[in-house]
Nanobody, 117 residues
Framework: VQLVESGGGLVQPGGSLRLSCVAS????????MSWLRQAPGKERELVAG????????NYADSMKGRFTISRDNAKNTVYLQMDSLKPEDTAVYYC???????????WGQGTQVTVSS
């Protein structure tokens, strides 16, 4: 099982980034997917989630209207489009795959996003 994130980097405030997470080793279309982030000295927090079919999405309040999660089950990939980035969005962003029956929970290695002028 692998989840490989990419697309992180350094961006100026107000800029945009698109993160990708490519999955392998499991049936991607059967899993709900999420993006979480962890800033230095802080707990990991949910950024956005999407159901297995992509029909339902949810976002943390501070990301609503700025971030968009999507998925392409044909490409085993989940995306996070991040717009209007702020310095407080600086964190390591992690991809997560989960299903309830049977219980499974997989993590990627993370990708660094730094928002700074």
């Amino acid at each position: 099982v692998q989840l490989v994130e990419s697309g992180g980097g350094l961006v100026q405030p107000g800029g945009s980034l698109r993160l990708s997470c490519v999955a392998s080793g499991f049936t991607f279309s059967s899993y709900a997917m999420s993006w979480l982030r962890q800033a230095p000295g802080k707990e990991r927090e949910l950024v956005a989630g999407i159901t297995s079919t992509g029909g339902v999405t949810n976002y943390a309040d501070s990301m609503k209207g700025r971030f968009t999660i999507s998925r392409d089950n044909a490409k085993n990939t989940v995306y996070l489009q991040m717009d209007s980035l702020k310095p407080e969005d600086t964190a390591v962003y992690y991809c997560n795959a989960r299903r309830a029956i049977p219980l499974r929970n997989y993590w990627g290695q993370g990708t660094q996003v730094t928002v700074s002028s």
